[in-house]
Nanobody, 124 residues
């Protein structure tokens, strides 16, 4: 099993930046593809970004491409999400997830382990 714990969320203004972290423990972190999802109140969980096991391949939701960057450090068992030019519509709980698939996955059903999430609130 893999345990995931997110951190780095907070209240920011539109245009600000944040970096989220997801610390993993348990099985070897490098054996898993990983991703970020978000869920706003009353809305379904949606894909944000994903990265392959090695970190060589990445994919992004159209709504965040060019503003967000996903990265990972397998030596530190940590996944990151750098978020620039934040908008009020980015407000949500952000969750990290781990998948047995090597390639980046956009479907939440491809993920086996989930963190509890960290709140990001962007004020206008």
């Amino acid at each position: 099993q893999v345990q995931l714990v997110e951190s780095g969320g907070g209240l920011v203004q539109a245009g600000d930046s944040l970096r989220l972290s997801c610390a993993a423990s348990g099985r070897t972190f490098g054996d898993y593809g990983t991703g970020w999802f978000r869920q706003a109140p009353g809305k379904e969980r949606e894909f944000v970004a994903a990265i392959s096991r090695s970190g060589a391949d990445r994919t992004y939701a159209r709504s965040v491409e060019g503003r967000f960057t996903i990265s990972r450090d397998n030596a530190k068992n940590t996944l990151y999400l750098r978020m620039n030019s934040l908008k009020p519509e980015d407000t949500a709980v952000y969750l990290c997830a781990a998948s047995r698939w090597s390639a980046p996955q956009e479907s939440l059903y491809r993920y086996d382990y989930w963190g509890q999430g960290t709140q990001v609130t962007v004020s206008s």
